[in-house]
């Protein structure tokens, strides 16, 4: 099974406008990290924010949530206010445990319209 | 947060060429990773570089195809070599603090003819 699965290859989102990127995740190991990165055009990996496992609150980075739903296996990420800038592919990504690998989805294209 | 460099930015490489290129970070991070981006897909690992010992690579590669050293806590290289077109990629370097997180260098484009 897929450990990290997004579902969404492309959305649209009208400047200033909210958007939320979904992200589901497999895991069976009690502690994990979650995270989400952003890629510009220019190919560099930008990390926006980071969700423990056992973390109460949903984690917040300005203009980025992340809707932390344990139950489902849910980390979506909101991007509020939409920005130009925020064009870009998005990935989520998981650390398991005491393991240093992580693994990442296969990615979200945002577009953001004028 | 850890600053990454990488060097060089893009090259244009012949077949059958190697290429190395660098991964400077600017504090000690715990881990240092090597992962490959063909164009329009997710990232994949290539290997972990080990500090003073032979990187731990992933399934489908090699330390002859991609041979990686790191010889302190903040410097690594990846090593392309014998390349073919199907070597082009964007290859990027990563470390891991002791925060968890993982930050990334700005990659490297390679693209082989």
């Known amino acids: 099974a897929q450990k990290i699965t997004q579902t969404q290859p492309g959305m649209f989102v009208q400047e200033k406008e909210a958007v939320t990127l979904d992200c589901t995740y497999d895991?069976?190991?009690?502690?994990?990290?979650l995270f989400w990165y952003k890629q510009p055009s220019s190919g560099e990996m930008i990390f926006l924010i980071y969700q423990g496992s056992y973390d109460q609150q949903n984690a917040t980075e300005g203009r980025y949530s992340l809707n932390f739903q344990k139950a489902r296996k849910s980390a979506n990420l909101v991007i509020s206010a939409s920005q130009l800038g925020d064009s870009a592919m998005y990935f989520c990504?998981?650390?398991?445990?005491?393991?240093?690998?992580?693994?990442f989805g296969s990615g979200t294209k945002l577009n953001v319209k004028p | 947060s850890a600053v990454i460099s990488q060097k060089p930015s893009r090259d244009i490489c012949q077949r059958g060429t190697s290429l190395t290129i660098q991964c400077q970070v600017d504090s000690q991070v715990t881990m240092m990773f090597w992962y490959r981006q063909q164009p329009g897909q997710s990232l994949t690992l290539i290997a972990t570089?080990?500090?003073?010992?032979?990187?731990?690579?992933e399934s489908g590669f090699v330390i002859d195809k991609f041979p990686i050293s790191r010889p302190n806590l903040t410097f690594s290289t990846l090593t392309v070599s014998n390349m073919s077109p199907e070597d082009s990629s964007i290859y990027l370097c990563?470390?891991?603090?002791?925060?968890?997180?993982?930050?990334f260098g700005p990659g490297t484009r390679l693209t082989v003819l």
């Open positions: 895991t069976s190991d009690p502690s994990y990290g």
């Open positions: 990504a998981m650390r398991e445990g005491g393991f240093n690998k992580f693994y």
């Open positions: 990563s470390g891991l603090e002791n925060t968890d997180t993982q930050y």
């Open positions: 570089a080990n500090q003073g010992s032979e990187a731990t690579y």
